[in-house]
């Protein structure tokens, strides 16, 4: 059986985009490795044929009606980047090649 | 401006409109006895003599309350009564509000400007309310203490050594301290009705799909709901119809009638005819037996209004905890992906986005957040999945059907809410899984999507208030509005309130 109870922090971290320090890293390997030694509980239920629950009140295909309206003012959107120029956001480059 | 003398016993007095509930107010602005700009000044001079312990606020425009007060008055005047016209109410700072900072108590939204108004917002505008100011909270709803804000420290009011509850630790205490009306929180896994608990206030989860999330700053989108926090039931019901309803722009909100959950309460205060629900899941070992006598006195004081008590069994309660880390966390992790240095808030430069974004995630997020979105991508990961986050929704379909089967033996469930009052600030923040493993009693709730509220049943021999919880089924918060009201109104818990040392 695969080893569940212990994950690799930093190789999810960088999945998630978070750069961690050592300590960081140390730290929450202990803390994260107790709680999915918590979990391991659920494997005492037999759930072979339960239904998975997504959502508390189920809907599909939810839809409105399809009439154009207004969006957010460019200005008031823009104005909240760390970053922009002539009405777009600044990032860095993407491609190495340009 | 009326003068407000310093000292205790002038502060609590009877004359201060702070320490009124909304139904006391909306009475005595019909009547002319005060107006709307009466209220804001005594509310305000209360944050001024308080907050400084509570640490409650983390923004306060004192300017745009007084216009809103002034404009609630003249709108008044011209015959404008709204359900809530001229009660100002905190709000929590992860709902949207234009023009105001929604900060989520986190260091990764500094300098962001909301650009429009949440839903609940829009609907307390239209109800005539004024929105006073943003208190704290955990940083993005994560956590059940307010320790984890990046922002400040939020104390307890019954006792500022003791933590708040959470995550609306900020609308819990600046009620409880009477410096708001009544405030908005969101609840994912207690988070309204704890630190209600916890505060001695009034603490409403509606139904999942009563109250329109857009503008809400998500954490797990299938668990989040907006409710009140207030002195009273009645309050509690008030808000909870004006912010009800069912919004084009949040396709889980229901389109289901709004009852007028205020009038419903009355001064009939019988429970004859109704079945309440006793599981003896929700009494946990380790429960301090002070909350355990509390709750089993509210029982029998129930009985004795006239309910009929029915055991009634939760067979999958003990497995809620770990369903709710594993779904709220694998939630959160992609909810909390657009915070990526990009279109709003803090952002490190780097060479290219890849470490743009790393770097200002870390230097963003707190620690628990962090240690959420970690856990929340593993839940997720390819190759455990199957493992954890589908076997946590199979649970949770366990969870679920265990109410629906005990619904069906009465109307509304009475537990504790939490299984101790507030403990110390500091003496559960190193270990993560204590803090959660406290959630025990709340968490089902939201996992089954159901309604739930917390009312004070008594005090600890520390002085420190207990939580009663009441869950009704799916859309009949009438139930436990009309019970949470009889227990009220017939116990008078509600009427103490915390003493203030030093000139407050």
């Not at chain 2, 905190?90 to 500094?110: E, R």
């Not at chain 2, 890849?354 to 962090?370: I, Q, W």
């Not at chain 2, 190193?430 to 025990?440: A, Q």
């Amino acid at each position: 059986m695969r080893d569940t109870t212990h994950m690799d922090v930093s190789y999810v971290a960088n999945l998630a985009r978070i750069e961690l320090t050592d300590e960081e890293t140390e730290l929450f390997q202990g803390q994260l490795d107790q709680v999915l030694e918590y979990v391991e509980q659920l494997n005492e239920l037999d759930v072979s044929t339960v239904e998975p629950t997504a959502h508390a009140a189920p809907r599909v295909n939810v839809l409105r009606s399809d009439e154009p309206s207004a969006s957010l003012a460019n200005d008031l959107v823009i104005g909240n980047a760390p970053a922009a120029r002539d009405g777009q956001i600044l990032v860095p480059k993407i491609n190495e090649q340009f | 401006m009326r003068n407000i003398k310093q000292g205790t016993e002038e502060f609590r007095s009877e004359e201060m409109l702070s320490t009124k509930t909304i139904t006391e107010l909306m009475g005595m602005l019909a009547e002319g006895e005060c107006t709307s700009v009466d209220i804001v000044t005594d509310v305000l001079a209360a944050i001024d003599a308080r907050d400084g312990q509570v640490g409650a606020y983390l923004t306060l425009d004192r300017n745009s309350a007084w216009a809103a007060a002034r404009e609630a008055d003249a709108e008044r005047a011209k015959g404008k009564t709204g359900l809530l016209q001229g009660v100002p109410i905190a709000i929590k700072d992860l709902l949207n509000v234009k023009g105001q900072p929604c900060t989520c108590a986190s260091k990764i939204l500094d300098g962001y400007t909301a650009p429009y108004d949440a839903t609940v917002i829009a609907k307390l505008r239209e109800a005539g309310a004024i929105l006073l100011g943003r208190v704290n909270m955990d940083e993005f709803a994560m956590g059940s203490s307010t320790e984890n804000s990046a922002l400040g420290r939020t104390t307890n009011p019954w006792d500022a050594q003791r933590v708040p509850g959470g995550s609306s630790g900020g609308s819990a205490a600046c009620v409880a301290a009477d410096e708001a009306v009544a405030a908005l929180g969101s609840d994912t896994g207690g988070s309204i009705r704890q630190p209600a608990a916890f505060c001695g206030c009034v603490g409403l989860k509606p139904t999942y799909g009563r109250v329109s999330r857009y503008g809400l700053t998500a954490f797990a989108s299938s668990l989040d709901q907006i409710g009140p926090l207030t002195k009273t039931v009645k309050d509690s019901a008030l808000l909870l119809e004006a912010i009800s309803g069912h919004d084009e722009k949040d396709s889980t909100s229901v389109d289901v009638d709004i009852p007028s959950f205020g009038k419903m309460l009355g001064e009939n205060h019988s429970l004859a005819g109704m079945k309440l629900g006793l599981p003896k899941e929700y009494f946990v070992e380790g429960m301090d037996p002070e909350v355990e006598k509390a709750v089993r006195d509210a029982v029998e004081h129930c009985k004795g209004l006239g309910a009929e008590i029915v055991d009634v069994s939760l067979p999958h309660s003990k497995y809620a905890i770990a369903v709710y880390y594993i779904i709220a966390t694998a939630e959160a992790s992609a909810n909390l992906a657009r915070f990526d240095g990009i279109r709003y808030g803090m952002r490190l430069n780097g060479k290219d986005p890849v470490e743009l974004y790393g770097r200002t995630r870390s230097a963003g997020f707190g620690p628990e957040v962090k240690r959420r979105i970690i856990l929340g991508t593993y839940v997720l990961s390819s190759g455990y999945y199957d493992a954890y986050y589908l076997r946590a929704q199979k649970v949770r379909t366990l969870i679920r059907n265990d109410f629906s089967e005990a619904f069906k033996v009465c109307d509304a469930i009475l537990a504790p809410c939490t299984p101790t009052p507030a403990y110390k600030i500091g003496s559960k923040s190193d270990d993560p899984l204590k803090m959660y493993l406290d959630d025990i009693l709340t968490t089902p709730i939201n996992l089954s999507g159901i309604c739930g509220l917390s009312l004070p049943c008594g005090f600890s021999s520390d002085g420190l208030p207990i939580g009663l919880q009441i869950l009704g089924d799916s859309f009949r918060e009438e139930n436990i509005l009309k019970v949470g009201h009889a227990y009220e109104q017939t116990t008078g818990w509600h009427k103490q309130k915390p003493i203030f040392s030093r000139n407050m």
